[in-house]
């Protein structure tokens, strides 16, 4: 005879029905609207309204509101850090639920396609709600604070409008409330697809980073080649995309005809998003992908195995044992294990790349200095190399972005860097190490970029030369001040620029290690530096009517000669950077060694 | 007996939650005590604090009769294995231990060569340790804990991942260990393993060790 089950029991086992239609959604949407993601996205949107609006507020006070909203949009960034704002609310939630074992809980409960369905409608959702929220709010406030009648003739002859697009110039004079609305809706949509492809991407990379960080990189690096370095067509560049128009520096949008061109981006980008969905989003490859390591086959997919090992490490010397101090063997370890060739390869293998486009757009720009009849010094590989190193988007997204992710892996320890403690017996000294290895690698890394620079310019045809080429009487096309070209050699100009982003390199590397400290997060520090280093692009233009002092905070400011809105140097700023990097370096090495004195080391995994 | 290694009220909190609470401990020469707990009962952060890995909030550890916080952080002459084992994935078995002689400086190729030997595995093996399976892993952490040849060995969980034949190999290489006179440390999750080779044996329940008779 079946003995009888307790009421409570059996609801507790047998849930009482399936759930609603939609329940699974609503939970979900609800996850992400009270997610801390979703404030954060918040308070940066609006943060960056804010430093657009300040701009807005130095044109003629004939203004009307339209004017306000439209340049605090335009001049706010925005097409910049829309996927990181898109992304914020949920895009991890597919990777964290996996990682956690909630999604298998969902799965079980409802039918997969749902779970998958609900989980990408709630994250475009929130995605679209937390870009545009803030430009409603800052419609209500241009709308409420300015009753200036529209269409004043004095901007007539001001970059304000938008004068590329006719018909939307139209809108933008008849009737500005739709114009917002529509500009709201477009920012709304492209959220919506950067948010998508975010939590798409996590079905290739079982990794949190990668929902923030592709979107962001990939539209930044978009915009940079269509916008900046001209490579690709104008309309692969989210600004136009997102009708920020009149401020693109290659394209002058005025026929009506090239609308259809401005949906190629968003509908490759729903593209990619679909395939990855379509290859990688079936029910077995999502649930088994996220189990725990120890669930993972151990044959798995992993990149390094695709590497021979012989560039991933360098040899082991048996003759050092019992040789040396602990001090030093300990260091050499550090360099043994962190200094792969690999790693070496592949920046040189990156940096060389970037180079090659740096020239091709230094020849876009002043084809004259490379006609065969020029008079005077032909441009030599130190043009390229101030050029290229002195360009504050390669230096954001790549020099320095190479840089700190290569260093990033120093804390938290391993368990292998933990037993390696253990036996140098000395918590300080182990700080003292990692210290003197992130500055020795700032110089390395350095070095390695200007070699490869020179290099790669030789091997373009470009001479080496002691002296200055055709740039000198135009050095803002290679990104330093004139003042630096006044002496007959480049070696005062040179020691400028290595010494600031080597000095810079070194300092931020010191954030990014207490920063992981701090956490007992690998990533955590280099997630956060670089999007401190990129949002320093936008809020350097905060600090444009402040004292000089102040003028340094953003470090951007601090890593290239010259930079929009900071575009003349003189004599006497020449080292600004320079002491800038030293009081970063006064406050930082300190506080370092008070995070590592009391660090815990806990259990971390092996890494491969 | 002489004591090697002594705890007095021990307390470690992370974020809010109390994981140790004012707890004493002491450990006897040539003895082998384990310590038996489920998940998340503190056993490892334990054992992480008498390394002087972890910083206990509170409560004093003393090895070998030092006390570890002021100038002496790490306890000498212990052999330390925890639940990760601490390898390089992209190295061969030997070079990981070699990069770890390295430090402690006191190793000779002979006695890392050795000590592979004594865990069954082969120092001239040329395969990396990411093909390595967990039980071969454990070994080899195993095998560099015992390398500097430490009078107290503390093992986090070392029979995780081992194979039945492999447990009583490790069984048998404690009481060799004892015979030679190390102390030895062990945590476990199981009760009937540590029964099967313990001399005493506690259980950690709320932040607190008692005693299984």
């Known amino acids: 005879m079946a003995l009888p089950i307790e009421p409570a029991l059996k609801t507790r086992f047998n849930p009482p029905s399936k759930p609603k239609p939609g329940h699974i959604f609503n939970s979900e949407i609800k996850r992400a609207l009270r997610s801390r993601g979703f404030l954060i996205a918040l308070i940066m949107a609006s943060l960056l309204l804010l430093v657009g609006l300040r701009f807005a507020y130095q044109l003629p006070s004939e203004r009307s509101f339209i004017e306000e909203w439209y340049v605090s949009y335009t001049q706010s960034f925005y097409h910049l850090m829309l996927p990181l704002i898109a992304c914020f609310p949920f895009a991890d939630s597919l990777v964290t639920d996996r990682k956690q074992g909630y999604l298998e809980r969902l799965a079980v409960r409802e039918r997969f396609g749902k779970v998958i369905s609900a989980k990408f409608l709630a994250n475009a959702l929130a995605g679209g709600l937390a870009a545009s929220i803030p430009l409603v709010l800052l419609y209500a406030f241009t709308s409420l604070t300015n009753h200036n009648p529209l269409n004043h003739p004095i901007f007539n002859t001001i970059f304000a409008r938008p004068y590329e697009i006719a018909e939307v110039t139209k809108l933008y004079q008849n009737t500005p409330d739709l114009f917002i609305l529509l500009v709201i809706a477009v920012v709304f949509v492209v959220a919506v697809i950067f948010a998508s492809l975010g939590m798409a991407s996590t079905l290739l990379v079982n990794q949190r980073f990668v929902a923030f960080s592709l979107p962001f990189l990939l539209a930044n690096a978009l915009q940079y080649f269509a916008s900046d370095a001209r490579l690709i067509p104008w309309y692969w560049a989210p600004s136009e995309v997102l009708l920020k128009a009149n401020f693109s520096t290659n394209h002058d949008f005025e026929a009506v005809n090239e609308i259809p061109y401005l949906l190629i981006l968003p509908l490759c980008l729903i593209l990619l998003i679909g395939l990855l969905i379509f290859f990688f989003g079936k029910r077995k490859q999502v649930l088994e992908n996220s189990l725990s390591e120890n669930r993972k086959p151990k044959d798995g997919f992993s990149f390094s195995k695709l590497i021979p090992s012989w560039l991933q490490n360098f040899p082991v010397n048996e003759k050092r044992l019992k040789k040396g101090t602990v001090f030093g063997n300990y260091f050499r370890n550090l360099l043994n294990i962190h200094i792969q060739p690999i790693r070496i390869v592949l920046i040189v293998l990156i940096v060389a790349v970037l180079t090659v486009v ?104 470009l001479p080496f030369s002691n002296e200055w080429s055709v740039y000198r009487n135009s050095a803002e096309h290679i990104n330093i001040p004139f003042f630096l070209t006044i002496p007959d050699t480049h070696f005062q100009a040179f020691l400028a620029v290595f010494g600031m982003s080597t000095l810079g390199f070194f300092a931020m590397s010191l954030l990014v290690l207490l920063i992981n400290t701090l956490t007992q997060r690998r990533l955590i520090g280099y997630l956060m530096v670089e999007i401190l280093l990129i949002a320093s692009l936008p809020l350097s233009s905060i600090f444009l009517n402040v004292p000089v002092v102040l003028q340094y905070l953003p470090i951007i400011r601090n890593l290239v000669m010259r930079f929009y809105p900071f575009v003349f140097r003189n004599l006497d700023q020449a080292w600004h950077s320079v002491y800038a990097w030293l009081i970063w370096l006064v406050i930082l090495i300190p506080v370092t060694w008070l995070a590592y004195r009391k660090q815990d080391y806990l259990s971390h995994p092996d890494y491969d | 007996m002489t004591t090697i290694l002594s705890a007095k009220n021990i307390s470690k909190a992370f974020k809010g939650k109390q994981v140790l609470e004012n707890l004493d401990f002491e450990l006897e020469e040539n003895q082998i005590v384990a310590i038996c707990g489920t998940n998340g009962s503190g056993k490892s952060v334990f054992m992480r604090i008498l390394a002087g890995l972890v910083v206990p909030d509170s409560g004093t550890v003393t090895v070998n009769g030092i006390q570890l916080g002021g100038k002496v952080e790490f306890p000498s002459s212990t052999g330390v294995h925890f639940d990760n084992s601490g390898l390089l994935l992209t190295e061969t078995a030997k070079n990981n231990l070699l990069l770890l002689a390295m430090v402690s400086n006191t190793v000779s190729k002979e006695r890392v060569e050795e000590v592979i030997r004594l865990v069954g595995l082969d120092p001239n093996d040329k395969r990396l340790v990411r093909t390595y399976s967990t039980g071969m892993r454990q070994r080899l952490g195993i095998a560099q804990a015992l390398m500097e040849d430490p009078s107290l060995l503390m093992l986090d969980e070392p029979t995780t991942g081992l194979d039945f034949a492999g447990q009583d190999w490790f069984h048998e290489l404690i009481w060799q260990l004892q015979k030679e006179g190390k102390t030895i440390l062990i945590t476990s999750h199981s009760k009937e393993e540590i029964a099967s080779f313990c001399d005493r044996a506690y259980e950690m329940a709320g932040g607190q060790l008692a005693l299984i008779s």
């Open chain 1, 358 to 461: 740096m020239f091709g757009w230094m020849k876009l720009r002043m084809p004259m200095f490379f006609a065969p009849d020029l008079a005077g010094k032909p441009p030599n590989t130190w043009d390229l190399y101030f050029m290229t190193i002195g360009d504050p988007l390669t230096m954001a997204l790549i020099i320095a972005n190479l840089f700190l992710f290569m260093i990033s892996d120093l804390q938290p320890q391993s368990a292998f860097g933990q037993l390696a403690v253990k036996r140098l017996g000395s918590r300080k000294q182990s700080w003292l190490a990692h210290i003197l290895f992130l500055f020795f690698s700032a110089i390395a890394y350095s070095l390695i970029v200007f070699l490869t620079m020179h290099l790669t310019g030789r091997l373009l045809g």
